[in-house]
């Protein structure tokens, strides 16, 4: 079970007026455990007015790199990315978990493929660390970006995508959507609707070229063009995403209420080979909140269905989550849930996080 280490920050850019990029110093020692895939996330956690707050960051740069480096947009209100973005310096310390994610891209040499993103904003990170990673990796693959901002002084790493394009011409095709200024193309600019999808995938690229789509952002932008690539025929395992949620269920939604039936529960967990149990008396709180206030710590980061942090196994009774946006049908098939979502259906629970 991966956990927090203290690590040192190394360096500080700003990207765009409102987001940093912040790279990690990594002792020798933790290099093997941190490790990454391109396109994998690290959990940042700190403590603000008293509370422990936490979130995902992807990682932009390519494992090749040998450099840990993260985007953090900031975020109107936005805790986390606020206090990122105004108050870390050089040379602080901040607790950081080794890299997860299943938002991945494994290049071999070897391969030809053609890969095109879809990437809305900040979700341009993990995006760029895999665009890289091919570039570099893949010498016969061809990589397309479309890459959605409001305007042109949003444009995270704009610099460095153009200098990508300079110097892999051939292989790489960047182009930018702008949803709120005038792109001089009537299908590069404003919102990429799903009618503006179908004409760029006649226009800017043919469906049967590409091998494998990746798409970040906020949801319905993702949800759209999915369904959309879907419409066009698309297979569905060729369409990887990454949801870029920004803390919706501790902000808003509805408020779920335990469903008939719900109880409370007797609940055993295990983790790092160490195994407590407690009472869960409200089944309306999720299992992850009640565990919390018991004073066991347990991972977690997004609390929001998506990043799977805090994924356990089930090993014995039900528990019902409120959503899902993380685990695979097959993952949840075998029993696993999203603690951060999940209400006890039995009255006795017994879950593992080593499994
Ligand atoms: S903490 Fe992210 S899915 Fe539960």
Redesign the pocket.
């Known amino acids: 079970m991966s956990r927090f280490h203290s690590l040192k920050i190394k360096d500080i850019r700003q990207e765009t007026a409102d987001c940093v990029s912040i790279a990690f110093e990594i002792p020798e020692s933790l290099q093997k455990e941190f490790s990454f895939k391109p396109g994998q996330h690290l959990t940042l956690k700190t403590t603000l007015e008293g509370e422990d707050v936490r979130r995902n960051y992807s990682l932009c740069s390519c494992p090749s790199e040998k450099e840990w480096r993260i985007a953090v947009k900031k975020i109107p209100g936005g805790r986390f990315s606020t206090f990122a973005n105004e108050q870390l310096n050089v040379g602080d310390s901040i607790e950081v978990m080794p890299p997860i994610g299943k938002f991945v891209c494994e290049t071999k040499p070897e391969q030809a493929k053609h890969y095109l993103a879809f990437a809305a904003g900040s979700g341009i990170t993990p995006v760029i660390s895999i665009l890289k990673s091919v570039l570099k990796n893949e010498p016969e693959s061809l990589f397309t970006l479309f890459y959605i901002n409001q305007r042109t002084d949003t444009i995270i790493f704009k610099e460095e995508l153009e200098n990508l394009k300079n110097l892999y011409l051939r292989r790489f095709s960047l182009h930018h959507i702008l949803t709120k200024e005038d792109t001089g193309s009537d299908l590069l600019s404003g919102r990429p609707t799903p009618e503006k999808i179908k004409r760029l995938a006649k226009t800017l690229f043919e469906l049967e070229d590409v091998d494998e789509y990746y798409v970040c952002g906020p949801e319905d932008m993702i949800q759209g063009i999915r369904d959309t690539l879907q419409e066009l025929g698309v297979e569905k395992d060729r369409i990887h995403f990454e949801l870029f949620t920004t803390g919706r269920k501790a902000t808003s939604g509805p408020k779920w209420t335990a469903p008939q039936g719900a109880v409370a529960a007797r609940i055993t967990i295990t983790i790092d080979g160490n195994t407590f149990t407690f009472d869960q008396s409200s089944p309306e709180k999720t299992i992850?909140d009640a565990a919390y206030e018991t004073g066991a710590d347990l991972p977690?980061?997004?609390?929001?269905?998506?990043?799977?942090?805090?994924k356990a196994k089930l090993l014995k009774g039900e528990a019902e989550m409120e959503v899902n946006y993380?685990l695979e049908p097959d993952e949840v098939a075998s029993g696993y849930i999203?603690?951060?979502?999940a209400h006890p259906k039995t009255e006795e629970l017994v879950l593992s996080f080593d499994e």
């Open positions: 992850l977690f980061a997004c609390k929001g269905g998506v990043c799977c942090t805090c993380g999203l603690t951060c979502q």
